[in-house]
């Protein structure tokens, strides 16, 4: 079974920890298949959808500063662009509701995928308004708060601009400086235009279902507070462990209220927190999927052993079926 998903992608990375803190790693195949450059620790995979994980950790580390408050509506901390309801009032939806993708923010079909490296630029605003072929929905509030769930890939388009606003500056900067700094992350990253240049010879090409290379190697991802974080498998479980820690109370990098608040289930939603989900008794969830990789990460809030597997293509089934979930739980099984 496992030599049987090795085989699925061009390259995989996996770190793991025990319950007592022992970390280790495994990896395989190539980075850049064409070049014949193989995986290894060094190597920064994209992390998709584990964004959200990050994200979440930055709403709470400005709910610590007391620069937002993440039970208020999110229009009182935007004020370039207003998160609009349907009818085109103003929407009430909390930050809260938006971390737990139960804001009501709808996706467009097809939407967030397909740029090329060249294609030109798409901002932020252009997203949130869908302007372009890359979001052609605008973001905006289709239904009451804590109605439905919905997973939102637009509604973490507006916390990215509530954080720009909030932390008056780029969201790629506020990430480094309140999370990747503190915790002595060299190889994770929001990969705007400029961190991608820097780290484009470390960061693992791009293949998609028929193993063909991505254009350029790597699609741009303009909303990086949903799917541009790119790191290691080991500096990812770095993250994941202060995370924990914190629900310990032993971490100074993270408060544990704010840690709890993220674990805690949304109302009527008992699957999703903020910006994790849960698997099962005192387990949580992040993973990713995009075009040029899939990923994911699993944590025991209880033991406190962490395991996250990352790669670099799209295998055209999700966690399950593509085994990436077997080798996660293997390592588990293996602790």
């Not at 290379?213 to 080991?234: H, M, Q, Y």
Request: hydrophobic share 40%.
């Amino acid at each position: 079974m496992k030599q049987q998903i090795i085989e699925r992608f061009p390259g995989i990375g996996c770190a793991w920890a025990d319950a007592a803190g022992k970390e280790n790693a495994e990896y395989w195949g190539f980075a850049d298949r064409e070049n014949q450059v193989f995986v290894d620790e060094n190597t920064v995979f994209p992390a998709c959808s584990i964004s959200k994980f990050v994200t979440a950790i930055c709403v709470m580390k400005l709910h610590e500063q007391k620069l937002i408050d993440i039970d208020l509506p999110a229009n009182q901390y935007l004020h370039r662009w207003k998160l609009l309801t349907v009818e085109g009032t103003r929407s009430d939806a909390s930050i809260r509701s938006i971390l737990s993708h139960t804001a009501g923010i709808v996706d467009g079909e097809e939407a967030f995928s397909g740029l090329r490296r060249g294609d030109p630029s798409v901002s932020l605003e252009d997203i949130l308004e869908g302007r372009t072929a890359y979001n052609r929905r605008p973001a905006r509030a289709e239904k009451p708060q804590g109605t439905a769930f919905e997973y939102s890939d637009a509604g973490y388009c507006v916390l990215q601009q509530l954080l720009q606003e909030a932390g008056r500056q780029a969201f790629e900067e506020i990430a480094r400086e309140i999370v990747f700094d503190p915790l002595a992350l060299k190889s994770t990253f929001f990969a705007s235009s400029g961190n991608a240049a820097r780290f484009e010879n470390r960061m693992a090409a791009g293949y998609d279902e028929s193993f063909l290379p991505i254009p350029g190697r790597f699609p741009p991802v303009p909303d990086l507070a949903a799917s541009g974080l790119w790191s290691t498998p080991k500096e990812l479980l770095g993250i994941a462990g202060e995370f924990v820690k914190a629900l310990h109370g032993e971490s100074a990098f993270l408060k544990a209220g704010s840690a709890r608040e993220m674990a805690r289930p949304a109302k009527d939603f008992p699957w999703t927190g903020l910006g994790v989900f849960t698997g099962g008794e005192d387990i949580l969830i992040s993973q990713g999927w995009g075009e040029n990789g899939q990923c994911m990460m699993k944590m025991n809030c209880r033991t406190k052993e962490i395991s996250v597997v990352m790669t670099n293509r799209n295998p055209g089934a999700d966690q399950t079926e593509s085994g990436i979930e077997w080798l996660v739980n293997m390592r588990f099984a293996d602790q």
